[in-house]
């Protein structure tokens, strides 16, 4: 399969899996479209309940609990880079999602977020 040759050839940040519910919103459709699954520094895996196309561009709100400033919302572009539909549940895909914008406050809290609700890996 082409996009696990593609997948397994790309260098990828280590991933924290992250325990926490934190709701994804388009904000161009103004939709939920799924929660987090893990979080790298350079974007997340994302539990989403539409497909959205390879390397489509989204702009995004994530509400997400924040250790010492209770829940926050923060705001994020991003571009789709993997999906896989899940075999278990067939109305999920899982949906790679890198980060292309995101404002220094909302990166840090993103950050600060996954250290605190995340597994080390």
């Given amino acids: 399969?082409?996009?696990?040759?593609?997948?397994?050839?790309?260098?990828?940040?280590?991933?924290?899996?992250?325990?926490?519910?934190?709701?994804?919103?388009?904000?161009?459709?103004?939709?939920?479209?799924?929660?987090?699954?893990?979080?790298?520094?350079g974007g997340f895996m994302l539990f989403a309940n539409r497909i959205l196309p390879y390397q489509s561009r989204h702009l995004l709100s994530i509400k997400l609990p924040h250790p010492t400033r209770g829940?926050?919302?923060?705001?994020?572009?991003?571009?789709?880079?993997w999906q896989i539909k899940d075999m278990q549940k067939p109305k999920q895909q899982s949906t790679g999602l890198e980060i292309l914008a995101i404002e220094p406050d909302d990166f840090l809290a993103f950050l600060q977020s996954a250290k605190a609700y995340g597994i080390a890996a």
């Fill in 71 to 81: 829940d926050i919302t923060i705001k994020v572009g991003t571009r789709t880079v």
């Fill in 1 to 41: 399969m082409l996009i696990k040759t593609i997948l397994a050839n790309v260098k990828r940040a280590p991933r924290t899996p992250y325990l926490a519910l934190a709701r994804v919103r388009d904000l161009t459709s103004d939709s939920n479209i799924g929660y987090i699954g893990n979080i790298s520094t």
